[in-house]
């Protein structure tokens, strides 16, 4: 799809391969996210979502492919670090032998841009707890997080990954295990961060009849790019149409009803 020139390029994917041993689990993926996107990525279970997310973060080794970052490629050197938040899949449970406060948890957030020895001042204090409050959950800070609910969990560990006013947020799957009431609040609250501070947003998701009340572009991935683009070309693509059948994308497009 056309870029529009004028926008900074957060993310900037050429070629992009991944492989486990002989298996291909990403193949030939070339997007770019712009500045202000909120890019939901879906696709079916194995598709290459999480590594594709993991590739981004120089979390998994890539066969083939660049990728760019505020205009700068990973690896030593590597600038913007600080400039990246990541709420990974929470489907581990907490280790109650490694007991953490919310407030201790938010602030481990603020340790990966220090240098040894890594200290904690009393302004990552306040830091901590302007985004506990900004996020509505400062009563929390002294509780222990394995003792939260899913809800309120889900809300320290966004928090934590907020708490350097990161320009991009990557979430992996970040509904799961929350009711629909929860689900949807915590959507609302990402679609706020994005239309007020204008972060940039990728989220995984297995809701693809919720994401697009809150997302403005699609990335459907099957071990390659199926589709990029906004919801409305997502619901007129004819290769979207042929994978799901007729009319079953405008479920997921939300822009208008299927039969209009």
């Not at 009563?139 to 997080?145: A, D, I, N, S």
């Not at 799961?176 to 947003?201: C, H, Q, S, V």
């Not at 009849?209 to 790019?225: C, R, S, V």
Request: hydrophobic share 40%; with cysteine; proline share 5%.
């Amino acid at each position: 799809m056309p870029w529009d020139i004028g926008k900074e390029k957060i993310i900037e994917v050429n070629n992009l391969s991944v492989k486990y041993g002989p298996a291909m689990v990403l193949s030939d993926a070339s997007f770019a996210v712009e500045k202000g996107d909120y890019v939901g990525l879906a696709g079916p279970n194995g598709a290459g979502k999480t590594t594709l997310i993991k590739a981004l973060l120089g979390l998994v080794p890539t066969s083939g492919g660049t990728v760019k970052l505020f205009g700068q490629a990973l690896g030593n050197g590597f600038e913007h670090w600080k400039d990246i938040g990541y709420l990974p899949q929470t489907g581990a449970t907490v280790n109650p032998l490694l007991p953490a406060t919310a407030r201790e948890a938010v602030l481990t957030g603020l340790l990966a841009d220090k240098r040894f020895p890594r200290r904690l001042s009393r302004a990552d204090g306040a830091k901590a707890d302007a985004t506990l409050r900004s996020l509505d959950i400062f009563e929390l800070r002294g509780k222990l997080v394995s003792e939260l609910s899913g809800g309120q969990r889900q809300r320290v560990f966004l928090a934590r990954a907020l708490v350097t006013d990161p320009r991009l947020l990557i979430m992996d799957e970040p509904s799961t295990g929350l009711d629909p009431a929860i689900r949807d609040e915590f959507y609302a609250l990402i679609g706020k961060l994005n239309k007020e501070k204008n972060t940039t947003i990728i989220m995984i998701t297995h809701d693809t009849g919720q994401i697009g009340h809150y997302a403005k572009k699609l990335m459907y991935l099957d071990k390659k790019i199926v589709f990029y683009g906004s919801f409305d070309d997502f619901c007129t693509s004819p290769d979207v149409a042929v994978r799901f059948g007729d009319f079953a994308q405008h479920i997921i497009c939300h822009r208008h009803h299927p039969h209009n």
